[in-house]
């Protein structure tokens, strides 16, 4: 371009009209070649091959307007497509631009000479009329200065021509030689300021054109702009121009020795090629210098005469290439499942990864980052090529991120890659010069994400988006890339601001993140898996999938934190099997290195099968809670949950909270065999529970199977060194304990142990089979409730369905009788418990009366068929609370010794209750047992501040039996010598006229043998006694059973309880003598029929010795003794033979 000072002999004016002459020319001369060419060529249109590039031409966006400025220029490149056969520019995508900026500026001058007060500007041109520079177009087209022709000029590297100075333009580069010297020496050269280009897209080979380097002051002294190149790694050299344009690799100059204004006569103008790798560049910056003609001279002009300096222009083209471009993008809230677009994952771009082109033989091309709209771009030659991403460039947007985390691919294009190429290993390393795909594939890494493209001329971009997710658990493996513990390290590093996982596979939730399950499992072909990825390792169809430790993994520290093993891409496939597994599709084996554990808030372990923890558990100096399968630790772990998961074979607990852990709740699961560890040299003898409560205040557990496990099914406080800790406040209920406490190691074998304990309650359980008893509170516990459970199976003697404890050992102390003053030292204040005393079915209700402490809550049961004394509650039947409107009766009384047939302990002024519950108010099944009167009860007293009894004796049910008009306290009989003394005490009596004593030797044929008179009605406590003379020698087998009919006085009668007497056998059972007493009509008879054969001499004395007569009698006959004709009075049968000698009494009336 021409833009120098005209000539004092030479108007300015004159100078433009000079331009326009050699345009003219420039075009006639450019048609007469092109038509010469076609004619030599034998074509008449296409006279070059055509190539479509992109060019600096007007069109949207671009700058239309004039300087002085020394803001930023931004060029939007136009494509034309048919170049050079014609100049048809059309708008390009994607959009490319490049932005032209100055900076380190070295000159200032007046505002009044050049409006932007600097050396170098955009849009300024000479004034040979005034000092200030004048105003010109910002991006006029390439014939406004210097007189360059078409001829000049290149658009591309391997083509000829393609830029025309009418159709294509520049951006306007004004240098002011006013900051100079008046006059400057020879061979000057002056630095002005810094040119860069920036393109938004990387660009291949760029040609730079520069039109009109160049001009003149008036008087006759010529300088040029030059420009050397800053940026590394490119090379600069010539395509085309005037013979002024001189080019080295590093700068573009001018070699006129008198540089001038037209380009051919002083003046450079053509075309630079811009040698780049081959991934392109962004950006290329010049250093600006001006520098004078060789001999120096005068430059400027002094005062406000005129403006000098050197107006160039700089315009741009390259290659319109396909280029390669995608997005690379963080899928925040990828719920497990199909990968998700770009689109569909909420567009949260990441700036900075590594993405990589390989060729279509894999061999590495170039690598780039993405900007910060998360795009990449490769402008590469046609053909076939592979896109990379390095997996560990992929930044997370979330708070907290740091260059250790690592990401899994959810997305490249498909929706089926997610864990990417081979989700069981981890991602390679970023390749260099001469790396192939091939080479980073290796035993334990691959190329995960990676997009095959071809790049084809005509079309507008090719690429693929690369989607990445910091949650999801796409292998087996123990570390790395991909595994549970990488999930475990990224959750508790990054912060769950903005996470609301798509909800796939379970209820999501804000502010919560979930473990996304996305293993392969060899022939899942949906969610995300896709056919032709071999199964994980330990991957079984009928177990799932299990992850094998090396370690032991972090501890969760980050709230809300989701490990589901339910939200599994290949759905839930392992059948449960009631008491053995939930049927988890993800297991843990711990392989003897620590359990899961936990110190935050709202962590939720599901459906995960659990074993092998062990880890320093039972060392001695080790962290017993790394032997447990999951760890609740501190007070901060409130609202978390255990849910559906299955833990088995652990060294120390299946479940433990410890540390003050609080509001947690542990639900539906199995926690089972937990093994037993013997004592060794640094190692302690352990057997495992499970569920440990050391230090746990206010949990729920609910639901759970905790059976077969080495030590207790429940431990609150294990009694380790260091664990004297308080467990308050806990609630267990319907959970299932059986099978517990079968382990060798310790004595921790009873199915609930509480070591440390206030005020926890056990509701609804079912208590069964454990090694010792079903529960054993330890002295210093209280408060602890013990509520419609069902207790069974602990039949060992000295075992109990509830054992309370005055002591701090593992094993109970068998039953603590009751007695007077408590509360005593002991669990639960060793509360007394109720004493049933007679319970009877009457007119439809079963009628119970005994003894219970005040206001106690009662709670009835069937006992356990094998209990022979003290119960064991089988069955919940009913609750009643004594005192309450229930209760029949406010009566107080005692109680002491044998209570049917068991010492219950003893009671002064204990209250008495009598309750009388509807049988149809039962479910059926018990409705019929207590009718048949084939099941005992027994009961437990509870009060809300000291806690629950230990279960009474067994009482069994008398069918079809009226309640004692009377309150009887006691009813007993015992062997008293050969006689049966029976004592019965009564509370009070309502019209009773008497008892009828009743004996029975087979327990089933009873006959009055006495009568009592009564005492009628009376508030009072009666004692009364009767004592069945002989009865031993009348008793085939020892065993006599008496029981009381208590006669109304209008003829009502009720039966009592029965009582047995035993008796030992001896030689007086060979003979007998009845009745007696004889009388005047009925002889008595004596009876040898029990004594040997043989001949016996009988004897008849009176009471002072008189013999009255003798007589023989042979054994095992039976003869009258003649009595009916003597006195009234006592007589003495003596019998003497066969070595046997014995006597009885027999009476006269």
Known sequence: MFKTLASQLLPFTHL??????????????????????????????????????????????????????????????????????NNTFTAYSPTTTATFSLSNQQYTQPTT??????????????????????????????????????????ATNGT??????????????????????????????????????????????????ITGLGGVYGPGTGFTAELDLLTSGVTLSKLSGSTELNVTSTQILNNALAPNAATGTGAASGSVLVSTPAAGITTISFRTYLRPNAAGGDINYTGTTGHAGDAWLVSVSSTAVTPITGTVFEDVNYGGGAGRTLAASGTVVRLGARVELYNSTGVFVSATTTDANGRYNFNPVAGNYTVRVVNSTVTSSRPGYVNTLVPVQTYNGTTDRVGGEIPSQADAAAGTTNTTLNSLNTATTVAQSQSSVTVAAGTAGVGADFGFNFSTVVNTNDAGQGSL????????????????????????????????????????????????????????????????????LPIITDANTRING?????????????????????TIDFANFGGLETTAANTRFISLGLTRARGTGVSATGDISQGAAITLSGAATTGSIVNDVTAYNNATAGIRLENGATGVTIQNSILRNGTSTASATGVTATDG??????????????????????????????????????????????????????????????GIRIRFGQDNTFFNNTITSNDSDGIIANGGTSGNIFSQNSFSGHNNAGDLGIDLTAGTGFNGDDTNLNDNGDPDTGANGLLNFPVIYRASVFNGNLEVTGYAPQNSVIEFFISDVNTATFGEGQTYLFTRTEGSADDLTARTGSYSGAVNGINQGSETNAPIFVFSIPISSLPADQQAAITAGTVRLTATATLPTQGTSEFSGNTAILPNTSPLPVTLISFGAQAAGLNARLNWKTAQELNNDHFVVERSFDARSFVAVGQVKGQGSTQATTTYDFTDVQVADKAPTGLVYYRLRQVDTDGTEALSEVQAVRFALTASKLIDVYPTPATATQDAKLDL?????????????????????????????????????????????????NGQSFSRRVVKQ
């Open 113 to 154: 000479q050049l409006s932007t007060g600097t050396g170098v500007a955009f849009g300024a041109t000479i004034n040979t009329t005034g000092g200030a520079a004048l105003a010109e177009a910002l991006f006029p087209t390439l014939n406004a200065y210097g007189a360059s022709t078409d001829a000049n000029y290149q």
């Open 16 to 85: 433009r009209n000079f331009h326009s002459f050699f345009i003219l020319m420039r075009a006639h001369l450019r048609l007469l070649l092109l038509l010469l060419a076609g004619v030599l060529s034998g074509q008449n249109a296409a006279w070059a091959q055509t190539v479509s590039t992109l060019e600096f031409a007007s069109g949207v966006g671009n700058p239309t307007g004039n300087g002085p400025t020394v803001a930023n220029q931004v060029i939007t490149f136009q494509a034309n497509l048919n170049n050079p056969n």
């Open 160 to 209: 000829s021509g393609g830029i025309s100075v009418t159709a294509n333009s520049g951006v306007e580069i004004f240098t002011s030689t006013e900051v100079l010297p008046n006059t400057v020496p020879a061979n000057a050269r002056y630095r002005y300021a810094d040119l860069t280009i920036t393109f938004n897209r990387a660009v291949v080979n760029p040609v730079v054109h």
């Open 1089 to 1137: 029929s029990g004594a040997p054969a043989g001949t016996y001499q009988v004897t008849l004395v009176d009471m002072t010795g008189r013999v009255l007569r003798t007589s023989r009698q042979n054994g095992g006959t039976v003869q009258e003794l003649q009595l009916t004709n003597l006195p009234t009075g006592t007589y003495l049968v003596q019998v003497k033979g």
């Open 485 to 552: 513990r990488q999930f475990i390290t990224n959750s508790n590093t990054l912060t769950n601001a903005g996470l609301d996982q798509a909800d796939d596979f379970q209820a999501a939730a804000a502010g919560v993140e979930f473990a996304n399950f996305v293993i392969p499992d060899g022939t899942t072909t949906t969610n995300g898996l896709r056919a032709g990825v071999a199964a994980a390792s330990g991957y079984s169809a009928t177990t799932g999938f299990t992850i094998t430790l090396a370690s032991a």
């Open 566 to 586: 339910s939200r599994i891409a290949t759905g839930q496939k392992v059948a449960s099997v009631p008491g053995t597994t939930t049927g988890p599709e993800v």
């Open 689 to 750: 529970f499970g569920i440990v409560l050391e230090g746990a205040t206010n949990n729920t557990f609910t639901g759970n199977t905790i059976s077969n496990n080495a030590g207790s099914g429940i431990a609150l406080g294990t009694g380790n060194p260091g664990t004297t800790v308080t467990n308050t406040g806990n609630r267990f209920e319907s959970n299932t304990i059986s099978g517990n406490g079968g382990g060798a190691a310790t004595t921790n074998n009873a």
